[in-house]
Each structure stands twice: as structure tokens, then as C-alpha cells.
């Protein structure tokens, strides 16, 4: 093995063809000439739970052992010194962008997009008092193959170059990023609008979350990838075994979700189409559900979405072995706020579709009752129970 110029480590190398090996000491080479030569340096990532100067609890990156804040914390140390470059510090009070209640929701699905594309500038951190990307953004270079995942390098956003009037042309106005169904959607109205315009501005104001999303895809994304615009503090060369990775990703979305459907409060009744906007925020891939479903009946039908991507993986979920008790708690607090928060229609979905299609089987129906409030089995058992004759001789939780 030739030599490398550069600092000495202890790493694990996989080789793709020959399995894995240990070495007790080499030398690191950057990450794409390695995947050249068929070997790959590995690291490892997971999440920590931590806390905000405000006593805020979340999860942040831990690369083998240290938290990402650290790192930066120390690569900012050797920074020289540029009047351009102002060293967002400290690191440890910044916010993850990955949560899943900043302040607008078109900002949350740009965030978990570019989490799942190949390749993308992705956001990390970010400004606690902003909680957007107008402020401190910390970014990494990612890199997705089939077996890997690559941060390549990470820094943060220089916004000096930004353009608001640009920005705001990127939304629903940007023609040129429509798909068919865009065209078919918007081809004979919006699209036909001028920035500031009347129709516009009413447009933009009753779907912000579609706008700021159209906005962030189309500028921001573009923004970030554009030579200059990231002032690039470490060239890291982290290199993920992709299923670690992804297991990670989906870890962190489970435990933002929970925390949702744990927190979650309504001051009015949930409408069909709000409860529908509930379900698909279940799952990563929620909202292109609700969409095929739309486009398949051309309205909600409650009773067959909440069939879809309620009733039917919950009862996979209520069968594995071990079962996974955090994706369990996630549906069935769902549940819960539906019969809770629910208007009439959509309390009627809980009585007479999701309850029914969970006892089927009297394990899994007990064992769904071991996961709900004793205030929501008691209604199922002395008010579903009694009044609802497709359950009768369903024994009760």
C-alpha cells in the first residue's frame, strides 16, 4: 500500500470485492480517490441527544464519537483570520435543520428532500433565534452511491451574493421547473401572473408552504452549490456505510414525528383535509401518497386513505417481531388525535374503518390497546364496542 500525506488514524477499510479488514493504522487519502481504488474509509454516524442554552432538548450528528458541534468548534480554531468570513460561534447553540417544526413547513420539505437526493449542499445547523435559512446555515457536501454515503466537506452559507428578486421569480413562477402535472395544475392561472401582482400576492399568501418549497428547490438548492457561495471550513472525507446512514435518517424522523403527535394540540375541529395533511406528515413519503390518492379519486376519501397508511401498516408493524415500538407509538398517537381532535367525519373513519381493520385479529387488537390511553379504551370499549354491530363479538382491550 503506498503512503499518503496525511494525518495517521485508526480506520476500518472495506473493500467492495474482498470483504472488510482492519487495519491499526493508516494513512487517509480524500474520499473519491479511495472509492477509485475500490476501498472506502469508513466512518460512523449517529445521533445524540442534546440540549440548547434554553434547556431545548434534540438530536444532533455524532461521527465517530464526537458530536458534530465539536468538530466545528475545533476546525474554527484553525481558521485564519478573513473580515469576510464572520465564524458563526458558538456552534453548540445553533439548531439542527432537520427538525420538523421550524417556523414554515415549506422549509421543513425543502430540508427532507435534499436529505433524500443523491447530491446535495445539505443544511444541518442553523440560526437558533431565526430558526430559516436567512441567517447562520451550516452545510455539508453530500454524496450518495449504493453503498455509500459521503460528507465531503462542510462550511456554511455566505448569503452576501444573494438575490431576494431573484428568489422571489423561483417560486410558482418558475416556468421552466414545471412538471406536467404543474402545467396541468397551474398552466391556466397562476402561471400566467407577474410577480407583485395582485393575483399573485393573494396566491402566495394562501399557499406560502408550496411557494417557499418552489423557492428553496429552485434557488436556495442552486444557491448553496454554486462555487463561492459556502465558505468551506474542513474537507472531511466522511465516508458512511449507506444502510447506517439511512437507518440514521429514518431514526431522526421518527423521533421528530413522535415528538409531533406527542406535543400535538388543536383549538378546533380537524377537518377531512387536515386530517388527511396529518397522516401523510406520518412517513417520509406521506405527502406523494395523499397526491396519488388525490389523483386517482380526485377528492379525499378518508376512509380508504386512512385504510392505506394508517390500518394496513400499523397491522405490519403490530406483527413484526421485535416490534418496533417507536413506529407503533407514532400511529397509534395519530390515531388518537384523530378520535381527540376530530370532526364528525373523521371520527367515523376511527369507528368504523381503522378500529374494525385492527381487531381482525385478536392479538394484534389487544396488543394495538396496549399502546393507547385508558380514556380512548374505555371509549372503545363501552361506546364502539356497543353501538358498532360489524364489531360485534370483538373482545374488548
Not at 452549490?225 to 474537507?235: L, Y
Amino acid at each position: 500500500m503506498r503512503s499518503w500525506k496525511s494525518t495517521r488514524k485508526r480506520w476500518e477499510i472495506k473493500y467492495r470485492d474482498t470483504g472488510v479488514v482492519s487495519l491499526q493504522e493508516i494513512c487517509r487519502e480524500p474520499a473519491d480517490s479511495i472509492q477509485k481504488g475500490k476501498i472506502v474509509v469508513q466512518n460512523h454516524i449517529k445521533l445524540e441527544k442534546t440540549y440548547t442554552a434554553y434547556g431545548y432538548e434534540y438530536s444532533l450528528w455524532s461521527i465517530d464519537g464526537i458530536s458534530l458541534p465539536k468538530y466545528l468548534q475545533s476546525w474554527a480554531a484553525d481558521l485564519p483570520d478573513d473580515k469576510r468570513v464572520r465564524v458563526p460561534v458558538p456552534f453548540s447553540d445553533l439548531w439542527p435543520a432537520w427538525v420538523r417544526n421550524l417556523d414554515w413547513e415549506g422549509d421543513v420539505r425543502f430540508v427532507w428532500k435534499a436529505i433524500e437526493m443523491d447530491k446535495a449542499v445539505l443544511p444541518l445547523l442553523l440560526c437558533p433565534d431565526d430558526a430559516d435559512f436567512t441567517c447562520i446555515v451550516v452545510v455539508v457536501e453530500a454524496e450518495k452511491t449504493e453503498d455509500f454515503v459521503y460528507w465531503n466537506k462542510v462550511g456554511f452559507v455566505l448569503h452576501d451574493r444573494e438575490d431576494f428578486a431573484e428568489e422571489k421569480n423561483s417560486g410558482i413562477l418558475k416556468l421552466e421547473a414545471y412538471s406536467d402535472e404543474d402545467w396541468e395544475k397551474y398552466g391556466d392561472n397562476i402561471a400566467l401572473e407577474e410577480v407583485n401582482s395582485p393575483a399573485w400576492c393573494q396566491w402566495i399568501s394562501e399557499n406560502w408552504a408550496e411557494e417557499l418549497y418552489r423557492r428553496r428547490m429552485n434557488y436556495t438548492l442552486p444557491f448553496y452549490q454554486t462555487e463561492g457561495n459556502v465558505f468551506w471550513m474542513k474537507e472531511t472525507g466522511w465516508v458512511f456505510d449507506r444502510r447506517e446512514y439511512e437507518s440514521m435518517v429514518e431514526e431522526y424522523w421518527e423521533l421528530e414525528t413522535l415528538e409531533q403527535v406527542e406535543r400535538f394540540d388543536f383549538r378546533e375541529k380537524l377537518t377531512v383535509r387536515e386530517c388527511a395533511n396529518l397522516i401523510c406528515g406520518l412517513t417520509r413519503h406521506g405527502r406523494e401518497a395523499l397526491e396519488e390518492h388525490l389523483r386517482d379519486f380526485q377528492e379525499i376519501l378518508l376512509h380508504i386513505f386512512a385504510m392505506e397508511n394508517i390500518s394496513k401498516p400499523l397491522l405490519c408493524l403490530l406483527k413484526s417481531d421485535p416490534a418496533p415500538e417507536r413506529s407503533i407509538q407514532i400511529y397509534c398517537k395519530a390515531i388518537e388525535i384523530m378520535w381527540r381532535y376530530g370532526d364528525e367525519a373523521v371520527v367515523n373513519v376511527v369507528d368504523v374503518t381503522i378500529l374494525e381493520d385492527l381487531s381482525d385479529e385478536n392479538n394484534l387488537w389487544q396488543k394495538f390497546g396496549s399502546y393507547i390511553s385508558e380514556e380512548f379504551r374505555t371509549y372503545i370499549n363501552h361506546e364502539v364496542l356497543t353501538y358498532n354491530l360489524m364489531m360485534g363479538g370483538v373482545m374488548p382491550l
